[in-house]
């Protein structure tokens, strides 16, 4: 590849927490599409981890796409070892799970053998290899205030964990501070993100920026030739997601449990499909009800989604933008969520998807109500009419050359 006056791309260093390919997952999504984008300007060295061995097929992928490619295997229980450091050193856990001197050695040699003076970081604890680089120039992508998500996580767990999430939550907060008071710009999936940690770190707001996710909608579109993977005659309510993240395992559990209850009564075919890899033991356990039905992982979610009579997100722990939430609505499916999942979503609650409180009975009526009245169909419309407005990723992500070019007389590392 090379510029339109043929010389050479300018040599970019890219630093992921996680293998940014295949994009099947909420962070990957985002980390892979912002690679591709970059991919198109710059010679892209990209600096990751991968931590499961079906990642590990895919970095040859990466390869093809990137000048080069630093991969370090990433061993969780030994990560998890390893962050407990964290205590010793008043630091957050976060900060050492993702530390290698592997991957350390290898960003000081790329630095010095290229002619690199731009990055792009992708998650907070990337940063601890760029801190004091004269010369780069580093945006941050965020995505989440990652450090109030663990102290969401606290409200919900008792002691010891309680207090393990509540110093993760202030000591992350410490490191995101510091490293956004000097990277150029620091990203956020949503303003609501933005504006939330604008609020924690208000020494930071003027450099900080939203830049939203996008939808393929070309990939995540209804089809008449996508056979339904349900019996016939089934009510299915559908849940996406990776099922060994704990947000997720809660709220299917929150739902099989004090929603779904409430709604055989009235609706006897009604079921619960929970879709998704990985499932936790807690969410295997719901299959037990013959009203539920869990999959693990399958080839394609689509066809689950697309002829599910409603997708359910409720989420009572929630970051940023939800992506499962924008892609069902690309599908035209009516999406019901609670409120916790609807932060920054740019779409109108009550048009293009129903918003409902954290209260069992609530959702349980606002789905019976979708069922009954067959008001399910209008909504799928305007949901999918929303998400081409709002959520593209070329569009969106034109913000990031922005902030990567800018005034060379910016702050720097």
């Known amino acids: 590849m090379s510029s339109p006056d043929g010389t050479a791309p300018e040599p970019l260093l890219y630093l992921v927490h996680r293998l940014p390919y295949p994009p099947n997952k909420g ?20 600096g990751t981890f991968v931590d499961s061995d079906e990642d590990e097929r895919h970095v040859a992928h990466l390869q093809e796409v990137c000048a080069s490619v630093c991969a370090v295997r990433l061993h969780p229980r030994s990560a998890r070892l390893r962050s407990l450091t964290g205590l010793l050193r008043g630091e957050a856990l976060t900060a050492p799970y993702y530390r290698s001197a592997q991957l350390a050695r290898w960003v000081d040699a790329t630095l010095r053998e290229h002619p690199i003076r731009k990055a792009v970081l992708f998650s907070s604890p990337m940063a601890q290899y760029v801190a004091g680089r004269p010369g780069l120039r580093v945006v941050a992508d965020y995505c989440d205030a990652d450090s109030a998500k663990w102290t969401d996580y606290a409200m919900q767990h008792r ?63 209804p089809r008449d030739d996508r056979p339904s993977p349900y019996a016939p005659g089934e009510e299915t309510l559908v849940f996406t997601g990776a099922m060994d993240y704990w947000p997720n395992i809660d709220a299917v559990t929150w739902f099989a449990r004090e929603v779904l209850p409430r709604l055989r009564a009235t609706h006897p075919r009604l079921r619960f499909t929970i879709v998704g890899m990985n499932p936790d033991p807690a969410v295997q356990a719901l299959a037990a009800d013959p009203a539920i039905t869990v999959t693990g992982k399958v080839p394609d979610v689509r066809p689950y989604v697309q002829h599910a009579r409603a997708v359910v997100a409720p989420l009572r722990i929630a970051r940023g933008i939800q992506n499962k939430i924008i892609e069902a609505m690309a599908m035209g499916r009516p999406v019901v969520v609670l409120e916790a999942a609807a932060h920054g979503l740019r779409a109108e609650a009550g048009r293009d998807y129903l918003r409902i409180p ?3 009975a609530a959702f349980a009526q606002a ?4 069922l009954e009245r067959g008001t ?38």
């Open 27 to 46: 962070d990957k999504i985002r980390s892979y599409h912002i690679l591709r984008h970059l991919a198109r300007r710059y010679r892209v060295h990209l």
């Open 159 to 221: 002691w010891p964990m309680s207090w393990i999430y509540r110093r993760e939550g202030h000591r992350l907060l410490d490191f995101e501070r510091a490293h956004a008071l000097q990277n150029h710009a620091t990203v956020f999936a949503t303003e609501a993100e933005k504006a939330l940690f604008a609020r924690l770190a208000p020494a930071c707001a003027p450099r900080l920026h939203a830049i939203e996710n996008g939808v393929d909608r070309d990939y995540f579109s």
């Open 358 to 360: 954290e209260n069992p």
């Open 367 to 370: 789905l019976a109500d979708l």
């Open 376 to 413: 399910g169909e209008e909504i799928g419309r305007n949901a999918r009419a929303a998400v081409a407005a709002a959520y593209d990723w070329d569009r969106n992500l034109a913000a990031l050359d922005a902030l990567i070019d800018g005034d060379q007389g910016s702050i720097m590392y």
